[in-house]
């Protein structure tokens, strides 16, 4: 039996059973009188498939090109505030920069933000809740780092930000006061297990004064005492070193890195220490 | 590599055939860029920072080059080492590693190596890479940029990169093999005409024959069916519509209520096969826009020919989309004086990467020049008077911090139906229209919207989307780029209350498939 709806949306409905069944097997409904009506009246259609696909794309164009809001809906409640300033631009760029090519400092970046009384920006949250879902300690210091933002968005996407694993409780986010580390962030001063892991020959060499060491690690690498298979090492020293030692470490690295044989690991060292040191000093208190 | 190594010098005098090169100065060491200059070509600082670690001399061998080309193997830590090559008139690099990112830390590392004098003239590029050098060298050198852009068959430098590097070519919007232009001659014009209008003429009978049959029927649940199609609409020079329909071939069996989606398309292909079989009765504009949809290419000569549009050019948001192996990225601009919408489209074969360096809120003073056709967007970038702040890692202590960009205007959520609406009247096959909102997003019977004083509009596109835009909102209103699309509003970029923007744009890839077509 030919239907003749009463409405478009009637007819959006007849046409989209025609369309799954077959037009063979159910008829073409006749469009309510309007637009629609006669637009498709200017064509004499024999096959029923045409007749069918004029209907459906003047109702599309017709629906699309009618959009309309639907109704106002409700806010979601917003997330408890957070006193402590969004970080640095700078330091932001230098997050992105660590967590493609020094990954080994982040944790130092989180610990340096907390203590000089910043907070994550909202996407460096939602990126880095996203990357620690599988690891509980670093987990504590990014949600010590995101403050309240981060339970609101762990509840909001728990599919996406939620920890991996044992199902926990949200926990709350610690209270944080400007310019203060929270009891559960790590130390400014990275984890003295990377000193631990140092022979003892490195381990001294991390307190003599920047120059002494620069020299020292420039001429290890010329000499070819230090050598690709060193590096973790290295990097491990460099994560110790004073911050004071950092710049003349870099230039003196940079300086041994003209020689083919240490080109490699000179600058890769000296970047790493380049890099820790503007690091530190973007999250200055 | 033998035939090539003649036109092009990859076989130096130094080689293994002994040839001299046939073109005189093949050989001649070509002047050597300062490290500043290699470094300036990573896509980003951590690909800088990466070659640094591995331009070490031990691990590579079989250096070379020439006057254009070096070339080397890296002995990474996969079985086979990388070819790893770089035509230095482009300069465009080929590595065989899977990085995203090009030119990769691989090519990066062989061009500080050369740099360093540590790669000696002459040698032989490997057959698969030598082969590559040799079909670039052999384009005419002395062809002007324009037929060069033309020609290349290389994915583009990213938008709003007005120059390249060295040689000064415009940034490249050729979308892979596209057909070319109507030839001079009328008859090839015509030739062409009654070819795409066989090829629209076929698709409208495979469409009625779809809704006679059914959209149950097994033949649409094959992919190859619609691939079938749209290769017919390949050889009948309809290529973007080819397109078109893959992507509804995607809807498939994808949703609950897929049928609808799809009788949907169905019906908007349906629209473009009858209007592209009337192109001589359209008014010029509609008719220009039924081209572009088909796939009807515009000389880019033609384009920049066309009058500019001088204005400040805020990047408003940015979204990057897999089309058969291509990834596609939409640069969205909005005028700051004219408020006009602008497009700016790139290009990169999947697996090679599309630097992103130019912020969202970030200005560009100059020119852009519009393809023609009824509400066209699409632009090519022209004069540069002012070029975009790029987004770069912090350089040295103490630098300034990077200025909050400058928001787009907002409007209204029933502001923004209003221009999707009038936009969609003229042009009813778009499927995609910018927008501003200055909206809140929240959740909806389990369903993200966008919500203000004048009502809500869904959000769709892939979930990775949502959780930065709702952080950066805080649950509050904001200003948010968005593409609206017959599924709902696809987030681009969000503009905190600090007005710095943040771009939240999809990347491109196989999880970038729109959800929840509606009618």
Known sequence: ?285 | VEEGSAATGVTSTTGATGATGATGDDHAAAPRWSVVEVLALAPDAAVAGAARRVAVPAEWSGLGCDAGAVWGLFHGSGAEPYQVGVDLTGPVALCTCPSRKRPCKHAVALLLLWSAEHVATGGHAPAPLGTWLVARARRDPAAPPEAAREADPEPPEPALTPTRRRTGRRADDTHGPAPGPPGPGDQRAAERAARVAAGLLELDRWLADSVRGGLTAPALADRAAWELVAARLVDAQAGSLANRVLRVAELVGASVAWHEQVLAELGVLHLLAEAGRRLPSLPDDLADAVRQALGFTVRQATVLDTPPETDRWIVAGRSDTLEDRIVVRRLWLRGAETRAWALVLSFAAWGQSLPDRVAPGAVMHGDLHRYPGRRELRCLVGRVLDPPALLSPPVAPGAPSQAPGVPPAATSLAGACDEVGAALAEVPWLERWPVVVYAAPTLVRGRWVLTDHTGSLPLTGPPSLVPTLVAVSGGAPVRITAEWTAGGLVPLAVFGPDGVGVDVGPRGGFDDRRRGVRA
């Open chain 1, 1 to 285: 039996v030919t239907r003749h709806p009463a409405s478009l949306a009637d007819l959006w409905d007849d046409l989209a059973t025609v369309g799954l069944l077959g037009a063979e097997r159910r008829p073409v409904p006749v469009p309510p009188s309007g637009p629609v009506a006669s637009l498709v009246a200017q064509r004499a259609r024999t096959d029923p498939g045409e007749a069918v696909l004029d209907q459906v794309a003047a109702l599309v164009a017709g629906r699309r090109a009618g959009i309309r809001p639907g109704a106002v809906a409700a806010p979601l409640e917003p997330p408890p505030a957070d006193p402590r300033p969004v970080r640095p631009a700078a330091a932001g760029r230098r997050l992105a920069l660590l967590l493609e090519a020094w990954p080994e400092l982040v944790d130092e970046w989180l610990a340096r933000l907390v203590a000089a009384g910043y907070r994550l920006a909202p996407d460096d949250a939602v990126a880095l809740l996203a990357r620690t879902r599988a690891e509980p300690q670093r987990r504590q210091a990014v949600v010590a780092a995101c403050g309240p933002l981060a339970v609101w968005l762990v509840e909001l996407f728990p599919g996406e930000l939620s920890p991996r694993g044992r199902r926990q409780p949200a926990a709350p986010a610690p209270a944080v006061t400007p310019g203060t580390a929270p009891a559960a962030a790590p130390g400014v001063e990275p984890p003295a297990d990377l000193a631990a892991d140092l022979p003892p020959d490195l381990a001294a060499l991390v307190h003599l004064p920047g120059d002494v060491l620069a020299d020292a690690l420039a001429a290890g690498v010329t000499s070819g005492r230090f050598q690709a298979r060193h590096r973790p090492l290295l990097l491990r020293l460099l994560q110790q070193a004073p911050f004071a030692s950092l710049e003349p470490v870099a230039a003196a690295l940079a300086r041994a890195g003209t020689n083919a044989h240490t080109m490699g690991l000179a600058l890769s060292l000296a970047d790493f220490a380049a890099t820790r040191c503007q690091m530190i000093q973007e999250l200055l208190p």
